[in-house]
């Protein structure tokens, strides 16, 4: 497919989640390993067994740079675990994501209205950032967006858009990269939105649990960081980052690029 490298991430899930054993999200797999109550603890990952087989990877394709990572979900409600994990682990790339709200895990459109689900992920995104320095990456800041229900009629992010650029500066604050996730549906306000934040720095995640989804719609999401300004690095494997001194006002807020020579400066070195 022309790949030039690839980072896998495997999840690293510790919140239990509550298992449906009825209505169009139940799944039998998952409701057999739950507890009488519903109560699903996600397995350990098996870190040797995952680091020998992208050891295999490697053997079997030595052209593709294949990097180790891991997806640490609610790292900040998790912390001990987290650093024992990546202590042990010494992974290229960590994502640090959201899968589960404190109201209900998974996020369950049925427990809260619509918007409300969204609004409350996106608050809890800066309490990830702030509780836990574990992870470099933001994983899906848009990952209640891809099961938004239809009953609550067509999506519109502009009715999201201070609580996205809220959370999209704390992260900007802490320095760290914002992952644009291809699973769902993409909006390129979120990505013009992170570089007005004074965001600096962007990946790629396809999210493939499928070999078939790897690098879906990268082109598309590349044209998309490309239109807001973000250029790639020199290796495959770097971040695609927004050249030029980002200047921060007062307020917090950033106000551009300092001058197009620095900018042209940084595009070159
Ligand atoms: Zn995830």
Redesign the pocket.
């Known amino acids: 497919m022309g790949l030039p490298a690839v980072a896998f991430t495997e999840?690293a899930d510790y919140t239990p989640w509550t298992v449906l054993d009825s209505g169009p999200d139940a799944d039998e797999h998952l409701t057999a390993l739950a507890t009488a109550e519903g109560s699903l603890t996600p397995p350990e990952l098996d870190l040797d067994g995952y680091l020998e087989c992208l050891q295999r990877c490697r053997d079997q394709f030595p052209d593709l740079h294949i990097i180790s990572g891991v997806?640490l979900?609610e790292p900040h409600w998790h912390g001990t675990a987290a650093a024992r994990l990546l202590h042990a682990g010494q992974f290229d790339r960590v994502l640090g994501?959201l899968?589960c709200l404190p109201f209900g895990q998974p996020i369950l459109y049925q427990h809260r209205p619509a918007g409300d689900v969204v609004r409350e992920y996106l608050a809890e995104i800066p309490r990830l950032i702030e509780g836990s320095d574990a992870f470099s990456v933001l994983?899906?800041i848009d990952?209640p967006l891809r099961c938004w229900p239809a009953g609550a009629g067509p999506f519109d992010i502009s009715g999201f858009q201070g609580e996205f650029r809220h959370a999209l500066r704390a992260l900007a604050r802490s320095g760290r990269a914002l992952e644009i996730n291809t699973s769902g549906p993409l909006h390129p306000e979120i990505v013009r939105w992170w570089r007005e934040a004074g965001g600096r720095a962007v990946t790629f995640g396809s999210?493939a649990h499928d070999p078939t989804r790897i690098a879906f719609r990268f082109a598309e999401a590349a044209a998309m960081a490309d239109a807001s300004g973000f250029r790639p690095g020199r290796h495959h494997c770097d971040y695609w980052r927004y050249p030029g001194h980002v200047h921060f006002r007062k307020d917090g807020r950033n106000a551009g690029p300092i001058s197009s020579d620095v900018r042209s400066q940084h595009a070159a070195g």
């Open positions: 999840h997806e979900g994501s899968h994983a899906h990952y999210d």
